[in-house]
Structures are given as C-alpha cells and as structure tokens.
C-alpha cells in the first residue's frame, strides 16, 4: 500500500474502538521514523479480516507496506515476511476472531519460534464484520446471533494464553487512549522477539464495552480497566502470571522477557553450522576425502 485507496469504500460505525488503534498505530510508527531514522516503507503491515483486518486501508499519512491478508492467517504471511525479508519490520492487525479463534493455532508455534513480529490483538469480544457473533472472549452466557440462548462456553483469557505459550512480551492497552498504546506498540516493535499487543477496542454496534472498561460510579459500576501497579516485575514471569490472574483488564507492559532471542538469531547460527556441513559434504562429493 503506498497510498490510502480512494476506492475503498469500508467505514468503520461511529465511536468504533478501532479508530483508536489505527491512531495508536500511525503514532507508533510516526515515533519509529523519527527515532531510529527508519523509513516507514521499512514496516510492513499484514491485517486478517475482519472490521479490524480494514485498518490496514485506513491508514492516515505516510503508509508503511500493507497486506491485508486472509482470516486467521496473519501468522503465517508474516512468518514469510520476516524470514525471506529480516530486515523488515513486521507489524500485524488481527481481530479477536481472527487472532485467536480461527488463527488460535499459530500462536504457540510462532511463540515457541520467538518470531520476530508486532502482533496488534483488536479485540471487541465479538465477530464485529459478520454481525456480532460470539468469538472467543465474548463472556459466558451472552446473547448472539450464534448463541441465542447465552454462550455456554467460558471466555478465552487472552493474556494468560500468550503467557503459558510463551510469548516473550506482552502487554495490554485500551483503544480509548491512543497516545499511551502507541508507547506500548513501539516497545514491542523494540522488542527483540515475538510481541502481543492485546487492545480492548469496542465495537458500539454489537458489544459496547467502553462503559465496563470506563465504569460509571453513578450506575455503580467499577472500571474493568486499571494501571499495571507501578511496582510490577515486567521480566518475572510469575508476577506477570500473577497479574493476568485478576479481574479485570490490567494496562501496561506485562511481560518482557529480557533473555528473548528471537528466530533470526538463531537461523544465523544454524546457517553458520550449515555452511560448514555443506563444505564437507562438497569435499566429498568432489572426491578430497578420498
Ligand atoms: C476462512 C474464513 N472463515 C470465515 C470467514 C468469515 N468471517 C469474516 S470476518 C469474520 C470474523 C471477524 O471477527 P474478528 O476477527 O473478531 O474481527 P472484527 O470484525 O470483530 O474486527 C468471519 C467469521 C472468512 N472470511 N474466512
Ligand atoms: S461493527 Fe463494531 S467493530 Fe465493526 S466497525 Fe462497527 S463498531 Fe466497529
Ligand atoms: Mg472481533
């Protein structure tokens, strides 16, 4: 994508949490060109489908790369992204649904790989472009179109999953405050390894969260959404596990692990054992052992 398409007609509904993350994003980039002096062709950005998955069209400004991909896969076209092309930046936007229902099972490979990829988790807690089905962090007992008598299954704990998978950081933002999850996206840009960037971004057509993540102290109701305390371990595994544990939405950096060595570390040291490998098994075919 080198510049917005004027064809594209997609809209996002008004007071869509997504505006607010398609904000944190180009800030986070913005923050990126100017302080590593990279270009922002340097990014690509790889979307699934879904409401969320349009992000990538709706970029403002200048536009890094985009590959607005196929639903659940954003994983695997960013593992061929960053693998043929290291140098690159590989930054993803996938939906809840996308990211974590249908595309589940790429996580813990690309964990266990240490990836060296941005992934930006949108989640609304529902399947937003479809019509408001139930996806995985939609609460238990919920009406939907899909479960017209209350969801019977419980939500996912996307935070907790990342950890016990091994996603070497973590951190967890809401899309009202823009400003503040560009700080996080751009840590985790830093990050050398895989990196989750998990928003809640409600969608006001069919689960308006900002009230529950808000609260209302006229209505009574507590705010989901609080500070990471200041005194957290972010590099203690079971401090963050601990964390993830409570109720509620913690807002911060969560997990960073500080011995990450990301895949492309270790693809280079294979290749230097490799090389050596190929060398004999040249000798040998050439007939010098013999
Ligand atoms: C393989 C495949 N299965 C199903 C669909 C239909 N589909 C498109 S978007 C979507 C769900 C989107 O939910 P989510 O990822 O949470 O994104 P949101 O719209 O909420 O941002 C589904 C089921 C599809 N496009 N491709
Ligand atoms: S349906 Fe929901 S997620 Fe999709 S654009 Fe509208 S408010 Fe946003
Ligand atoms: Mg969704």
């Given at each position: 994508?080198?510049?917005?398409?004027?064809?594209?007609?997609?809209?996002?509904?008004?007071?869509?949490?997504?505006?607010?993350?398609?904000?944190?994003i180009e800030l986070a980039l913005a923050d990126r060109v100017n302080r590593l002096k990279e270009p922002i062709e340097n990014t690509v950005l790889v979307s699934g489908i879904g409401c969320s998955g349009n992000l990538v069209h709706l970029q403002e400004g200048p536009q890094p790369y985009g590959f607005h991909g196929?639903?659940?896969?954003?994983?695997?076209?960013a593992w061929?992204?960053?693998?043929?092309?290291?140098e690159l930046n590989v930054l993803i936007a996938a939906g809840d649904g996308d990211f974590l229902s249908i595309?589940?099972?790429?996580?813990?490979?690309?964990?266990?790989?240490?990836?060296?990829?941005?992934?930006?988790?949108m989640d609304n807690g529902i399947y937003g472009l479809t019509k408001g089905q139930a996806s995985p962090t939609t609460g238990f007992g919920v009406i939907t179109p899909t479960t017209p008598y209350g969801k019977l299954e419980e939500p996912m704990r996307p935070l907790e999953l990342y950890l016990a998978l091994g996603v070497s950081f973590v951190a967890s933002a809401v899309s009202s405050r823009p400003k503040?999850?560009?700080?996080?996206?751009?840590?985790?840009?830093?990050?050398?390894?895989?990196?989750i960037v998990h928003v809640q971004s409600p969608c006001t057509t069919y689960n308006d969260t900002y009230e529950a993540l808000k609260g209302n102290p006229a209505k009574g109701?507590?705010?989901?959404?609080?500070?990471?305390?200041?005194?957290?371990?972010?590099s203690d595994l079971d401090a963050a596990t601990r964390l993830v544990r409570q109720?509620?939405?913690?807002?911060?950096?969560?997990?960073?692990?500080?011995?990450s060595v990301p895949l492309q570390d270790r693809l280079t040291e294979a290749r230097e054992r490799t090389k050596v490998r190929t060398r004999d098994v040249d000798a040998l075919l050439t007939g010098l052992h013999i």
């Open positions: 994508m080198s510049k917005r398409n004027p064809e594209y007609d997609f809209k996002w509904c008004p007071g869509c949490g997504d505006f607010g993350v398609v904000r944190g196929i639903h659940g896969r954003t994983l695997p076209i061929g992204v960053k693998t043929s092309r290291p595309g589940g099972e790429h996580i813990g490979p690309q964990a266990k790989r240490n990836l060296d990829v941005t992934v930006v988790v503040e999850l560009a700080q996080f996206i751009a840590q985790g840009m830093d990050h050398r390894g895989f990196s109701i507590e705010p989901a959404a609080y500070p990471v305390p200041d005194g957290h371990d972010a109720k509620g939405v913690p807002v911060g950096i969560v997990y960073r692990n500080p011995d």
